[in-house]
């Protein structure tokens, strides 16, 4: 491999310690518990990343939602006609159908949460919030809640699999084909939607294509529809004429189109730069991305290998990369709930914090999907995402629940990190520890320890009861609300 | 008047200072105070005749404005010809002249320019554009079409240019939960905001220990020296976020907002703003959201609730605006990232295009229509060619409404539209 992809090999001076594995899982999933950094430190670097390439490994076991009665709705509204039924009995089973699939869309948001917060195969969970950010569909736009959830378990099920195989199946994909009009490409009059974000968002980047190459590309996906919730060719209104797609000119189809997008040299820096760029850090050196593009084009479009190079790498573990992202909303909130042991939180109310947060599980803002570092901070989010540890401790936050007149329990992960500590400076350090994972200035540990109470960080402290809970959720939420807490 | 310090420096020290201190309801006093700074809005003004209490409210029409369809060419054929299920039918336009007119939705934009309130620009564009969605906003955002300075937006350099009220917090408030690009700048100055009541921290004890608790937050959120990036970036927008937090607190609870407005989020974001402007925030730009302009599929029903939603909005605001005497302050402009193909595509939708008509509304417009209407059939690429650069309106915006030097800011001169006077 070339040196800019050199594999990182522990030494003296940079050896496999609890702060890489605790980013290891920090990046590759959801953040780990003390326990599961001892146990990713024990094991060596390889055989961590192996585990979670290795998705198959354990099994998954959270029941799908159920859409039954949801496709009956729509059954039901579209089997009226103007000669079995009135106008409104047409209009009133319409709105029926849409408010039940309303009620699934949140439902299925719920769900995916749930899933994130129990999964045992972390990287599997990010891969799919990955590829839901880059090949992106969501409401208003996909009227059927249902394709939502066939979408999200094809991203689960290619999750590290081969990307010309699920680029050629999003072009196939029902919430895609509806997300972005291509279900009504039709001969003659073609629709650039799907062909445009195709080139621009999905495969090869801005600079790449010109404008007649989108509007050919658009002719050849003319007819690739859907009949309800599966792909459908319609031979009636596909263009067969000839074209010409980068330099390449012949009757094509939409898979011809796939076939000549991959094979240009963009394609091989483009989804490997996106990788990287979620897995490490943004703006990557070039010499990084070639390396990439090399595994990703010998491997023929394989996701897995080019993930794996990223997560063994050097570079991953350097200090650019090391607590420098800013957590997503997801990884902040499915992250907080894991590392407090509140997995039983109200799911309502993580979602709706995750909304006021800026990412809204199958309601991205615009195909371009979701923000990137900084871009995820304003004033407006921030407090956002400082008020949802208030949720978590207190069970309020402006906008999503009023606080409880009895607060909820200390979270019980919180009540471990205190179990063996004995003075406030103690305890202090070992809240930080899990939550931030590297110390905190004096200052700033000693307006922590003030949190607890305490004068100074030699102070006595201990867990017992009514007002020392107060006190250590005051210096949780306190940890929580830092620009510390919101990088990974 | 900030000698030895560079203005960030001066706004990072000021609001640190304010930060720290206690609970004052204007912070705006606070840092003229502690930096010995006579501040007064009234007799500060960098280019005469431009009152300092200008305010600007940017609208942005998300997706690409079908153009054709909101300013409607109905005495060409071209039109007809090119849009067999989408065009406005002739006797639906409502006429502004002879040749164009608005989409029949549009009522309250017609009561406005009948008033003399609205101004609608032409046929704007910019050279060899792009027709995706985020290389032509981020070219309209930034004023850059070569895209050299895209870390920061022309609001953002009007905001770090000599601009005397801009060096507080939310000199630019932005109401959405991302910061446009056009909005960010060296300073920092501007913030964003959904709704009052989500904005603001919430310690979690009561009483007394909340008091203590909000000041253990200061000390862990001040900002400190040689800190890397993000993070000295999240400490100061925490700042800033406190800050401006108690302002639009404050300002919202003097006012509520008395005119009729849309039940959309648009609507609430316009109602959020004349709040802001009546309770006396020293902002000077405001930044508003429309989605939807994206317009491939089904485009009749959906745009044209659009355009009712945003003359309606318009309307209702400046009507609030005069209500509480502030309309003469305020100029709104609304602009899109391109218009749409002339021809319909077959999915009763059209496709991204090109040039497109921006608006302009307030009582000191020069109202009615400015440029040129581009032709519908000398086209580029089967899309309008522009007549007036968009970087023209921003001139005459910063010169003429903001006090500004617009050769400065946007790094070239550039002729003015003759919308303002």
């Known amino acids: ?488 | 008047m900030i000698s030895g310090m560079t203005r960030r420096e001066f706004i990072r020290k000021g609001l640190t200072i304010v930060a720290m201190g206690a609970t004052a309801p204007s912070f705006l006093t606070r840092t003229a105070l502690a930096m010995g700074h006579p501040f007064d809005l009234a007799q500060v003004t960098s280019r005469p005749g431009v009152p300092d209490d200008h305010v600007l409210v940017v609208v942005q029409m998300g997706g690409g404005n079908d153009g054709l369809n909101t300013l409607v060419p109905f005495a060409d054929d071209a039109y007809y010809r090119a849009r067999p299920r989408l065009a406005v039918p002739r006797g639906q336009v409502i006429r502004l002249n002879d040749e164009l007119g608005l989409h029949p939705r549009m009522t309250a934009f017609k009561e406005l320019y009948d008033r003399g309130a609205a101004a609608i620009i032409q046929g704007v564009g910019y050279p060899n554009p792009s027709r995706s969605h985020f290389k032509s906003m981020e070219i309209w955002q930034s004023a850059d079409p070569d895209g050299r300075t895209l870390r920061v937006g022309w609001i953002g350099r009007y905001f770090d240019s000599k601009c005397p009220t801009c060096e507080v917090p939310a000199a630019g408030v932005n109401v959405g939960p991302t910061m446009p690009l056009a909005m960010r700048s060296d300073g920092g100055q501007a913030v964003s905001l959904e709704t009052p009541e989500a904005f603001q921290w919430m310690p979690s004890l009561d009483g007394s220990g909340a008091r203590e608790e909000l000041e253990l937050f200061k000390i862990l959120n001040a900002p400190a020296p040689n800190e890397p990036g993000t993070i000295d970036f999240l400490r100061h927008t925490a700042m800033n976020a406190v800050v401006a937090s108690e302002q639009v607190r404050d300002a919202v609870r003097r006012y509520r907002g008395g005119a009729d407005y849309p039940n959309t989020r648009f609507g609430a974001s316009l109602r959020l703003i004349a709040q802001m402007i009546a309770g006396g925030l020293p902002t000077k730009v405001y930044y508003a959201h429309m989605t939807g302009f994206d317009t491939h599929a089904a485009q009749q029903g959906a745009h044209d609730a659009l355009l009712e939603q945003l003359s309606a909005g318009v309307a209702a605001f400046l009507r609030d605006l005069e209500a509480q005497g502030n309309a003469e302050r305020v100029l709104v402009v609304a602009f899109s990232e391109f218009g749409r193909r002339v021809a319909e595509n077959g999915s009763g939708g059209t496709d991204h295009g090109t040039a497109a008509p921006m608006f302009a509304f307030g009582p000191r417009v020069r109202p009615g229509l400015h440029g040129r209407h581009p032709s519908l059939t000398d086209l580029a690429d089967g899309d309008l060619r522009h007549h007036v650069d968009f970087r023209s309106v921003y001139a005459t915006i910063l010169e003429r409404w903001l006090g500004a030097d617009p050769a400065a800011i946007l790094g070239a001169p550039f002729e003015r539209v003759p919308f303002l006077a």
């Open chain 1, 1 to 488: 491999m070339q040196q800019a992809l050199a594999k990182f090999v522990p030494s003296a001076s940079e050896p496999w310690d609890r702060a890489r594995a605790a980013h290891l899982l920090n990046r590759a999933g959801f953040g780990g518990r003390p326990d599961e950094i001892d146990r990713i430190v024990r094991i060596g670097m390889d055989a961590a990343v192996e585990e979670l390439v290795a998705i198959d490994r354990v099994p998954e076991t959270t029941a799908p939602p159920d859409f039954s009665a949801l496709r009956a709705a729509w059954a039901a509204a579209a089997a009226l006609t103007p000669a079995n039924s009135t106008e409104r009995q047409r209009f009133e089973a319409r709105v029926t159908a849409q408010r039940l699939d309303n009620q699934k869309l949140q439902e299925l948001r719920e769900w995916w949460t749930a899933h994130m917060l129990r999964t045992r195969r972390p990287l599997q969970e990010r891969m799919v919030l990955f590829w839901h950010g880059l090949l992106v569909s969501g409401r208003p736009e996909v009227r059927l809640a249902e394709t939502l959830y066939i979408q999200n378990e094809l991203f689960r099920r290619m999750a590290l699999g081969n990307y010309k195989a699920l680029v050629l199946a999003i072009c196939r994909d029902p919430a895609m084909l509806q997300y972005l009009d291509n279900e009504s490409n039709r001969k003659g009059r073609p629709n650039e939607n799907f062909a445009r974000e195709l080139l621009e968002l999905f495969t090869l980047g801005i600079g790449n294509y010109t404008e007649q190459d989108v509007k050919e590309a658009a002719r050849a996906f003319t007819g690739w529809t859907r009949r309800g919730y599966t792909f459908f060719f319609d031979a009636r209104q596909h263009d067969d004429g000839p074209k010409t797609f980068l330099g390449r000119t012949g009757n094509l189809d939409g898979g011809d189109v796939v076939e000549i997008i991959f094979a240009q040299p963009a394609a091989a820096r483009f989804l490997p730069r996106r990788l990287f760029e979620a897995f490490a850090y943004l703006r990557p050196e070039d010499e990084v991305i070639d390396a990439l593009a090399e595994v990703f084009r010998a491997s023929n479009f394989e996701v897995a290998p080019v993930v794996r190079a990223i997560l063994t790498s050097r570079v991953f573990y350097s200090p650019r990369a090391m607590r420098t992202q800013v957590k997503s909303p997801v990884q902040l909130v499915v992250g907080a709930v894991r590392q407090l042991g509140l997995e039983d939180a109200p799911l309502p109310q993580l979602v709706r914090a995750m909304d006021l947060m800026g990412q809204a599980l199958f309601i991205p803002p615009h195909v371009g999907g979701w923000p990137r570092g900084e871009s995820w901070i304003t004033t407006s989010t921030l407090l956002v995402r400082y008020n949802f540890s208030g949720l978590l401790l207190t069970g309020g936050m402006p906008g999503v629940a009023r606080r409880a007149a009895v607060p909820p329990a200390l979270p019980p992960e919180a009540a471990r990190a205190c179990e063996a500590a004995r003075t406030a400076g103690e305890v202090t350090d070992r809240l930080v520890d899990r939550l931030v994972g590297r110390a905190l200035g004096a200052d700033r540990r000693r307006a922590l320890v003030r949190a607890l109470g305490a004068s100074d960080a030699a102070s006595p402290f201990a867990l017992d009861g009514g007002e020392s809970e107060r006190r250590v959720r005051s210096a949780l939420h306190l940890l929580m609300s830092t620009p510390e807490y919101q990088l990974a």
